[in-house]
């Protein structure tokens, strides 16, 4: 398709500066250009790899302290994920998003990446739907801990307030999402009536469908992804582009109308 026009920015600048209560949705492609391969489409790590086994929270029930050697000595594609995740910085689309936040556009993102790269940018108002890979999360209480703060010594370790068993803060294949995190995200995007969603295939649930209920209710969403996703067709403004380059673009464009 096209690369992004400046009607096309232009349209979708307009559309969110006339929102009453715009979100972003973003994925993997929004940190491709920090370093961090996206999962799916070309270069994606399950692409290369395969997708990993869908019942990874079950395995990690059956042998949290296996499950924890594993996360603690990663191989083949989870090492390669975990390199790019530590070496990662934000890149220009992060920075574009706190400034729509900012400027009181964008009320809230819905993250599907673990890679903490938004709140290392600044975002302040951040719903990680799939938990952050630098925090550690009590299977029993839902306390979250900084994954520096906690002792491996002891596999697996446990939470230093109930005892309950600690696993990483990221939402494993089979694993509920966090009912805290959830009901928020519900929450904002009920209120939504304009969405960014930049950076997904959108073909991962319960993330995909919040876009897909805003359209439904009459909203407007703004897609940012060199590639046609699951959700092009149901998209206001498509942005064919990189999200680093394009979304600091459109924050000019937002800026320029208010
Ligand atoms: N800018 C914007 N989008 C990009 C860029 C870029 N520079 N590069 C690639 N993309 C797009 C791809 O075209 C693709 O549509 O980003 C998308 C990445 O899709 P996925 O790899 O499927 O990532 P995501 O949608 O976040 O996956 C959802 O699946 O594997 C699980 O838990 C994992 O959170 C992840 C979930």
């Known amino acids: 398709m096209e690369p992004w026009s400046c009607d096309e920015l232009d349209a ?33 790590l399950w692409t290369k790899h395969g997708e990993p086994p869908l019942d990874g929270y079950q395995r990690f029930l059956a042998d949290p302290r296996r499950a924890w050697e594993e996360r603690l000595n990663p191989a083949g594609p ?13 890149n220009p689309g992060h920075a574009a998003l706190v400034e729509l936040e900012d400027l009181g556009i964008l009320k809230c993102t819905i993250t599907q990446n673990v890679d903490n790269l938004h709140r290392a940018a600044g975002s302040a108002r951040l719903l990680e739907i799939h938990g952050n890979a630098t925090l550690i999360r009590c299977i029993e ?3 979250r801990y900084a994954r520096e703060s906690i002792d491996f010594a002891e596999l697996p370790p446990r939470c230093p307030s109930c005892l309950g068993i600690l696993k990483s803060d990221t939402v494993s294949f089979g694993e509920p999402i966090p009912p805290d995190v959830l009901e928020r995200c519900f929450e904002e995007s009920e209120r939504a009536d304009c969405m960014i969603v930049a950076g997904t295939s ?4 319960p993330a995909a469908q919040f876009p897909m209920a805003i359209q439904e209710r009459g909203g407007d969403l703004v897609e940012v992804n060199p590639y046609e996703s699951e959700l092009t067709a149901l998209c206001r403004h498509a942005l064919r582009g990189p999200a680093g380059e394009v979304l600091p673009q459109l924050v000019e464009r937002v800026r320029a109308r208010l």
């Open 78 to 90: 989870m090492r390669e994920l975990w390199e790019a995740l530590t070496a990662a910085r934000p």
């Open 202 to 205: 959108a073909t991962v649930y």
């Open 12 to 44: 979708a600048a307009e559309c969110l500066a006339r929102a009453r209560y715009a979100i972003a949705l973003t994925g993997a492609g929004l940190s491709v250009e920090s370093g961090i391969p996206p999962f799916r489409g070309p270069g994606g």
């Open 141 to 143: 209480c839902v306390a």
